[in-house]
């Protein structure tokens, strides 16, 4: 019996921190609320970009140009999220999503 209740009350606890981090998209807010969602998949997508030509570059299959027009084109995206972030009136902690057991896409 306490276990239940137990658990029930973790059901509860993690039910309201879900309700936290979901897009709340009503009539009023709908614009930013696609620009939250849109905007934190592109970061995801750069994060991803990033990492792997780290790889790349860690694997010596990049040249000094390449990786260098890498570099500059993913500071670019960077800062481009950003300035959107920022003209929908987002900050950086609202384009985090929660990536289950991968941790959090950004950092806390």
Do not use: W, Y
Not at 82 to 106: I, M, R
């Amino acid at each position: 019996m306490q276990e239940s209740a137990q658990l029930n009350s973790e059901l509860a606890r993690l039910d309201s921190t879900q309700r936290e981090v979901r897009v709340d998209c009503t009539p009023e807010n709908i614009e930013q609320g696609l620009a939250r969602l849109v905007l934190s998949l592109i970061e995801l997508l750069r994060q991803l970009m990033e990492r792997q030509a780290i790889r790349r570059m860690e694997g010596g299959s990049l040249s000094e140009e390449k990786i260098e027009e890498m570099g500059e084109a993913l500071m670019a995206l960077e800062a481009k999220i950003h300035e959107l972030a920022t003209h929908f009136g987002l900050t950086p902690a609202d384009l985090n999503l929660d990536l289950g057991p991968l941790g959090s896409l950004l950092e806390k």
